[in-house]
Nanobody
């Protein structure tokens, strides 16, 4: 079992920045691919970013490429999502998720999920 707890969400104006954190506990964190997903009201959960267990590979949705950065600190059992140049369309509940290798963008492939953190971007 892996327990995931997100933090760092909030209300920010368009163009601003936020950094989300996801603290993991349980099984060895370094053995897991980590992903960030988001879900806006009335929409399906969508992929945002993912990072391999070593941190050497990262993937991003086209909608966030160049604005968001995913990173991880295996010593601290934490994965981060730095979000810059935020837009109102980034408003959603953001979830982190974990799975064993290989890295994937499919939500259904992830085994463990956090409870989510709300990000609201005002125009």
């Amino acid at each position: 079992q892996v327990q995931l707890v997100e933090s760092g969400g909030g209300l920010v104006q368009a163009g601003g920045s936020l950094r989300l954190s996801c603290a993991a506990s349980g099984r060895t964190f370094s053995g897991y691919t980590m992903g960030w997903f988001r879900q806006a009201p009335g929409k399906e959960r969508e992929f945002v970013a993912a990072i391999s267990w070593s941190g050497s590979s990262t993937y991003y949705a086209d909608s966030v490429k160049g604005r968001f950065t995913i990173s991880r600190d295996n010593a601290e059992n934490t994965v981060y999502l730095q979000m810059n140049s935020l837009k109102p369309e980034d408003t959603a509940v953001y979830y982190c998720a974990a799975r064993r290798v290989p890295i994937t963008t499919l939500p259904s492939a992830y085994d463990y999920w956090g409870q989510g953190t709300q990000v609201t971007v005002s125009s």
